[in-house]
């Protein structure tokens, strides 16, 4: 078996393009993090849900069931993309 066989793929704990970003940065991104996903998911949907005055409770239910569910996608892109380059 050749050393380079045994190197861990790139991204990998240990691998090239592996970087370790810190606890105070991990903390501060853990709490960002939440605090986005609290907005859009809880806050967001009861903003916009409070507003509409002639729907349905199931309407406005079902509208902020789709507004949570496109914040959690987005967030999900989103902190992929963010952990893709390394930034978290």
Not at 2 to 8: N, V
Not at 21 to 44: D, H, K, P, T
Request: proline share 8%.
């Amino acid at each position: 078996m050749t050393p380079d066989a045994a190197a861990p793929p790139p991204g990998a704990a240990g691998g090239p393009a592996h970087r370790e970003i810190g606890w105070g940065r991990a903390i501060a991104s853990g709490l960002l993090i939440v605090a986005v996903a609290f907005a859009g998911c809880v806050w967001l949907p009861n903003l916009i849900v409070t507003r509409f005055t002639g729907a349905s409770p199931d309407t406005m239910a079902d509208t902020a069931l789709a507004i949570a569910v496109a914040w959690v996608l987005l967030l999900a892109w989103a902190l992929r993309r963010l952990q893709a380059r390394g930034l978290i």
